[in-house]
């Protein structure tokens, strides 16, 4: 989403884990208390990271933590405004109705990947750079592969949704934010892996005003309940 040099808009680039319950609770609320008005720039970490690395900026950042590890070291973010928000983790998501195979254990998750018809991943996103590791260590690669359905980014779940896949692999909150869909289960405890997402003010932000408003929004207590209703672990300290 192209930047807006508006002095009512709060231009955010933001990891798709946090879409659900910043668009469906947190926005809405802060829209309405501020006066302000989001844009938001929804794209996996290392998109943004990319476009950041070529020079594009907002008001706003929220990554994964060991990106804005770089961005603190680099000076490209307020450090003093860093935040930890949230954990998300892995799950596998079906669409409403359909049969909902077994994956609590790592072999039950090896067998209903290998048997799934198409499992739709992500080519760009953590979730989806981590499962193609993921496969090829438990020796399932070629067999799932075979007939994935890969996208570049974005929401993997949607290919459950139009039937290209039957299973969908990617953040739990970002198979919730697709309508339609199931989370059948988290990925087994031995090969779970959650991601904490940081959120903070980019140095020489426009409105940075505006984006430190956001974050108070983004650290409240409405957010923590945002958070998990959102598929998410709530990282927030309530003071």
């Known amino acids: 989403m192209p930047i807006q040099h508006d002095a009512t808009v ?17 926005k809405p609320r802060f829209e309405s208390e501020s006066g302000l008005r989001l844009n938001i720039d929804w794209r996996p970490t290392a998109a943004l990271m990319k476009s950041i690395a070529e020079g ?31 954990d998300s983790a892995l799950g596998v998501g079906v669409r409403q109705g359909s049969p909902r195979p077994d994956v609590s254990t790592v072999e039950a998750f090896k067998r209903a990947m290998v048997d799934a018809r198409a499992v739709a991943y992500s080519k760009a996103g ?28 974005g929401f993997t779940a949607e290919k459950l949704a139009n039937g290209e896949a039957d299973l969908a692999v990617q953040q739990i909150s970002e ?38 408003a956001f974050l108070r929004i983004l650290t409240s207590a409405a957010a923590a309940k945002a958070y998990a209703e959102g598929g998410l672990t709530s990282r927030l300290v309530q003071r």
């Open 126 to 153: 953590a979730s989806g750079l981590y499962f193609a590791e993921l496969i090829a260590r438990l020796g399932i690669a070629d067999a799932v592969n075979a007939k994935a359905v890969i996208i570049p980014m």
């Open 175 to 212: 198979l919730m934010t697709v309508p339609g869909i199931d989370v059948i289960g988290p990925f087994p405890a031995e090969i779970q892996v959650a991601s904490r997402f940081d959120a903070a003010v980019f140095a020489g932000a426009v409105n940075a005003q505006g984006a430190k």
């Open 56 to 86: 594009q900026r907002a008001d706003m950042v929220i990554a994964i933590a060991g990106s804005m590890d770089r961005l603190v070291a680099d000076g490209i973010v307020q450090p003093q405004t860093r935040t930890t928000l949230a």
């Open 10 to 26: 709060v231009n955010v680039m933001s990891a798709l884990a946090m879409d659900m319950a910043i668009n469906r609770w947190l």
